[in-house]
């Protein structure tokens, strides 16, 4: 018997007039385990620097020098995904299951050639990047093995991210949600067990939330090829050979990502170099303060993932009105969200900071610069979901201009100026006034039509 969820998703492939109310219901039903998902995620970050942390600032400072490049990494795995992603989505929306079960078989042999070309590229690179990035003698031999495990693993973890966006894309949002709550779970043992029962210490980390992305892929790529009922793989038989067409849209839409998170991630690492001269205790602080910010923005990519599978849905069905409605509510959403977590954050600040570490100096830089941030996070929950509903409808390249633009000018460019004489302060005070622009960008592009322009399918 079909649920809420199944009668409302079906209401947009059908054509259905769907009230206000209903609207509202469904991104409600989409994006909780949505953001339960993205709290799994981020307490398993927590967890992740919580025990790192408890070994001292030195070993945060090594897991801080390479968390850029780990974003960047990451962040192609994830790019490469959504390019197969959105086409499933819109072909659901469309009613073309056979279609959008022919993208995920070509999606899988893509993402696991692209995903094991990286891997091999960041194990490659992992003993200079530490050098690259400016970091003391002191972190060195840490960071650099904390960053090869993880490239080692990254065929996992693409398989996590894509096999979750797969099933987000076909409105199934509880079966990822709850996968990733077990792999937070995983995450605490492995990691208890590798960092302090066998005493690896920093690899220790890395070797256990590898391992906990085994298991969750594992169990997604079940519940994704083998249960879900829409891209179920044994309802038909299809190549699994890459097709042009499909690829061709794909790199449609992931190309614009892909060069977004170069050069956006690209800036996070120069950041990294401003960073990086002011000591320890400052480069420690920021990564926690980063890790504890992710409790505020949390419901904000949450509402991302619910807006780019109706946005991807309601233009599968040749619905843009709809689209456009979808888009307003999930926005208006995550923001407000966000605003009252940032509240919170702004007056709890040195108590998140003490869940991650335990040094004083570093817990009172982290607290007054979360409290700076907290003033940006309402139009930086815009900037997060706005974006993910253009992702739904294919418009990757605008909205990835906007962020480079963003980025580049206003935050690199206010870095170098205020934090020589701020200090971390003054780096923090740049990332707040440029994620407000942001947010004032991507709200004036959503209220745009040329967003909605073009249909994939």
Same mark, same amino acid.
């Given at each position: ?6 009668? +409302? ?79 499933? !989505? ?50 060195? #031999? ?15 973890? $693409? ?9 987000? #894309? ?53 519940? +994704? ?9 044994? $309802? ?9 067409? %499909? ?37 420690? #602080?920021?990564?926690? !303060? ?26 599968? !069905? ?45 817990? !009172? ?66 990332? %707040? ?25």
């Amino acid at each position: 018997m079909a649920g809420t969820k199944d009668i +409302l998703l079906g209401k947009i492939r059908s054509g259905a007039e769907m009230s206000g109310g209903e609207q509202l219901r469904l991104c409600l039903l989409l994006s909780l385990p949505a953001i339960l998902a993205q709290f799994s995620t981020i307490l398993m970050e927590y967890i992740d620097a919580g025990m790192v942390g408890r070994l001292g600032a030195t070993q945060a400072a090594s897991i801080g020098l390479v968390s850029t490049t780990t974003w960047i990494f990451g962040g192609f795995c994830m790019a490469t995904g959504s390019g197969f992603s959105v086409q499933v !989505a819109q072909r659901i929306g469309a009613d073309d299951f056979t279609g959008a079960r022919q993208v995920l078989r070509q999606a899988l042999v893509c993402v696991l050639a692209f995903s094991g070309a990286l891997s091999l590229l960041g194990m490659g690179i992992a003993n200079a990047l530490p050098r690259w990035l400016g970091g003391g003698s002191d972190i060195v #031999a840490d960071a650099s093995a904390y960053f090869f495990i993880y490239a080692a693993f990254l065929p996992v973890m $693409q398989l996590v991210f894509t096999g979750g966006a797969m099933l987000q #894309a076909s409105g199934n949002m509880k079966v990822p949600s709850l996968l990733n709550v077990l792999m937070c779970l995983l995450d605490v043992g492995f990691n208890y067990l590798f960092i302090f029962t066998l005493g690896l210490g920093v690899k220790g980390a890395a070797l256990g939330t590898g391992l906990a992305e085994v298991v969750t892929a594992v169990l997604m790529l079940y519940f +994704l090829c083998v249960r879900s009922p829409e891209l179920n793989l044994r $309802q038909d038989r299809g190549s699994f050979f890459p097709e042009r067409k %499909c690829l061709r849209t794909a790199f449609g839409i992931s190309g614009p990502m892909w060069l977004q998170n170069l050069i956006m991630r690209g800036a996070y690492v120069c950041s990294t170099v401003i960073v990086a001269p002011l000591g320890t205790i400052a480069i420690a #602080a920021n990564s926690f !303060a980063i890790i504890a910010e992710s409790f505020c923005y949390m419901p904000g990519y949450g509402m991302e993932e619910a807006a780019t599978t109706l946005v991807g849905q309601s233009a599968g !069905a040749r619905r843009k009105d709809l689209a456009r409605h979808f888009a307003f509510i999930t926005t208006g959403m995550g923001a407000g969200m966000m605003t009252l977590l940032a509240a919170l954050m702004f007056a709890l600040a040195p108590q998140l900071m003490e869940l991650l570490t335990t040094d004083p100096e570093v817990i !009172a830089l982290g607290a007054q610069v979360l409290r700076i941030e907290a003033f940006a996070e309402t139009l930086y929950g815009v900037s997060i979901v706005a974006y993910g509903a253009c992702v739904g409808a294919g418009d990757t390249l605008v909205p990835s201009a906007l962020n480079l633009l963003s980025m580049w000018v206003v935050r690199i460019g206010l870095a170098l100026i205020l934090t020589p004489r701020f200090g971390l302060t003054g780096y923090w005070i740049a990332m %707040c006034v440029e994620l407000n622009l942001r947010g004032l960008l991507f709200a004036a592009r959503l209220r745009g039509h040329k967003w909605l322009a073009k249909t994939l399918i």
